[in-house]
């Protein structure tokens, strides 16, 4: 399945960490001045991680269609 994810906040994104559910990383990409990603993952649930420039992290599930 190939998508478009975007990222939306106040602080600029620095780095995307996708992992699945059983905790094996499945995606990762350093971010310069991007606001999305296009990305091909299998239909499941996700952990997406995103690390921000002010260096704060957050954790969102997300659902692959």
Do not use: C, M, P, W
Not at 20 to 32: F, P
Not at 34 to 63: D, F, M, Q, W
């Amino acid at each position: 399945v190939q998508g478009e994810l975007k990222l939306h906040g106040t602080e600029q994104v620095k780095e995307v960490l996708i992992f699945s559910l059983a905790g094996d990383k499945v995606y990762a990409k350093a971010l310069v001045n991007e606001s999305s990603l296009t990305l091909n993952l299998a239909k499941g649930v996700y952990v997406l991680n995103a690390v921000y420039e002010n260096g704060e992290r957050s954790s969102e599930k997300i659902i692959i269609e």
